[in-house]
C-alpha cells in the first residue's frame, strides 16, 4: 500500500492546498495530511481548528486522512511507515525553502523521499498569509478557500457573513 504525506501549517487551507491534497490522493492509496507545527510561525488557529477545518474540507476524499502533531515530520512518517512526503510548489521563491527542508529531511531519514507537485497556476500566487492579510481587512476570500474556512475566517475577525 502506498502512502504519502503532505504536511503543513495549513493556517487555514487554501483553495491551493486543496488543489494539491486531491491531484496527490490520485497518486497514493492513502493520502494523510499533517498538520504540523511551523516553530518559525505563529498560527491564527489552533492546531484542532486547523485539524477541523481541513477534515471538513477533505470529507468526500475517500483515502485521505487528517492528522494533527507536534514533533519532527520525519519521525511521524517513520511510525506510520509513510515513504513520501508532498509538497507544493508555487513559484521559484519556494524553491530554496523547500530544497533546504527537503535535504535537510533526507539527511536525517535517507529511506524518505520528497515529491514536488507544481501548483495550478490558478492559484500561484496565494497564500495563507495574503488570505488572512485580506480577510482581517474585511476582503472577501471567497476566491481564495473553501467556504467553510471563509466562515472561520469571517468569524475569527468578527466580520459579517456576507
Ligand atoms: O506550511 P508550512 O509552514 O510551510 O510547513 C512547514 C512544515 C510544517 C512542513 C515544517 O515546518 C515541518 O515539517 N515542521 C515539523 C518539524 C520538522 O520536522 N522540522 C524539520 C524540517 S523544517
Redesign the pocket.
Known sequence: MSRAIY????DPVTLGHLDIIKRSAEMFDELIVGV???TA?SPLFSLEERVNMLENVVSDIPNVRVVGFE????DFARQNDIKVIVRGLRAVTDFEYELQ?AQ??RKVAPDIDTVFLTTNIEYSYLSSSIVKEYASFGVDVKDFVPEHVREMLCERYEIENA
Request: charged fraction near 5%; proline fraction near 7%; glycine fraction near 14%.
Open positions: 504536511p503543513g501549517s495549513f504540523l507545527v511551523n510561525k514533533g519532527l515530520l520525519v527542508i535537510s529531511n
